[in-house]
Every structure is written in structure tokens, then in C-alpha cells.
């Protein structure tokens, strides 16, 4: 079987959802990243320019910094997302591809590297990441390379594994597999099932912390 057709779902499923990724992360940066890092923001982009260089922090921002480029620029992503996300970047050939996903890219890099504090978490660093390996798969048309192949594979696995990794590591809890008796009422983000999850019994939080253990060092 050719191989650019032997993939051809996981390289569309990868490259629609890494869109619609994409799409959530520039909508929210259109709604809170002037308020945060503006001109008038929390901390501004254009005061943090002054102590770095661009070697240490590459952005489009070092040729513009003001909130009406970066708005221009935030929504040139959305569109982009939108672009990638219906696959009409496909129909114009490699180049055009490979251009869409590399100015994602760009722009989100941009956005990372002028975020301090605000985009210091390490999704952003995966997303990146990822995001720089969608350049080089091409449209549907073209065979995907394998490198670029494993090293999504690769990204993965560090993941789910690190993940697994830094909980046994830190919090002792992890390991003697008591986490869950108080996750659900610290949670950042509880939902109507946390009430019901936290006065589960002690077993079966225990299976929780379990499961987690498998799912993110067996399974990788």
C-alpha cells in the first residue's frame, strides 16, 4: 500500500484537530492577550522587548509591538485555523501547506515567546512543538515523511510519560496512591461530578491513581 495513503486518516485527523487546537488557543488569545500583555496590560509585550533580544525570544512582535498588530496578527492565526481546519490548504499543493502550518506556527511561537508569565505552562511548549512537525507533513496527496512520523510518536509518548514521570517523582502522594482524596475539591476546573467523585470510598481512589499510573506509564 503507498504509503501516503496508508496514513491518510491519521494525518487528517492529526491536521484537522491540530487546527481546531490552534483555532481555541488564538480565539482565547484574541480575548485576554491585549488585557494581559498590551500596551495597557499586566505586563507589556513592549516593555518586555526592551531586556531581550531575538535570538532568545524570536517574535513578529520585535518588528511591531503595538495591540493593533498584534490583534492583526492574532486573528491572521484564527483565519489560518479555520484554513487548516477544512483542508483548503490541500488543495493548493505542497507549498501552500507547508506555508499554512508554517505561519501557524510563527505566529503562536510569537505569542509564546513575548507571554512571560501568562504562557509559561508547558502546553504551550507542546503545542509549538507539534505544530512545527505539521509543517513538513504535506497535503494528502504527498507521502508524509517517516521521520517526521515518529517524531509525533515520539511527542506523544513524552507526554503521557513524562506526565506519569513527574507524579511519582513530586508529591508523595502519588505514590502511596492518595491523591484523589482531595483532588476533586482542589481541582482548578470542578464540574457537577466532582461533588459525587470526592465522596467516592478510599478504593475507589485509589484505582483512580491506579489507572493514571497505567495510562500514562504502562500503556506509552
Not at 89 to 94: I, Y
Not at 101 to 111: G, N
Request: positive net charge.
Amino acid at each position: 500500500m503507498h504509503f501516503a495513503t496508508e496514513f491518510w486518516l491519521t494525518r487528517f485527523c492529526f491536521q484537522r484537530s491540530l487546527g481546531c487546537i490552534y483555532l481555541i488557543a488564538f480565539l482565547i488569545a484574541a480575548n485576554q492577550f491585549i488585557p494581559l500583555l498590551g500596551e495597557r496590560g499586566l505586563q507589556p509585550v513592549r516593555r518586555f522587548l526592551r531586556y531581550v533580544s531575538f535570538q532568545r525570544a524570536p517574535s513578529l512582535f520585535f518588528l511591531n509591538c503595538s495591540d493593533r498588530f498584534i490583534m492583526a496578527t492574532i486573528w491572521g492565526g484564527i483565519a489560518l485555523s479555520i484554513f487548516s481546519i477544512f483542508g483548503w490548504s490541500d488543495s493548493f499543493g505542497l507549498i501552500v501547506s507547508m506555508l499554512t502550518w508554517a505561519v501557524l506556527w510563527m505566529i503562536y511561537l510569537s505569542l509564546v515567546n513575548v507571554g512571560q508569565t501568562f504562557y509559561g505552562f508547558g502546553w504551550e511548549t507542546m503545542l509549538t512543538e507539534t505544530g512545527f512537525l505539521a509543517i513538513f507533513l504535506g497535503p494528502s496527496e504527498t507521502r508524509p515523511p517517516v521521520v517526521v512520523m515518529w517524531l509525533i510518536v515520539w511527542v506523544l509518548f513524552r507526554t503521557m510519560f513524562g506526565a506519569g514521570m513527574i507524579k511519582l517523582r513530586s508529591d508523595p502522594c502519588w505514590r502511596d496512591l492518595t491523591c484523589l482524596f482531595y483532588h476533586y475539591e482542589t481541582q482548578p476546573l470542578p464540574n457537577p461530578l466532582s461533588w459525587y467523585l470526592h465522596h467516592s470510598p478510599p478504593w475507589a481512589h485509589k484505582a483512580g491513581v491506579l489507572f493514571t499510573h497505567f495510562a500514562q506509564l504502562v500503556v506509552p
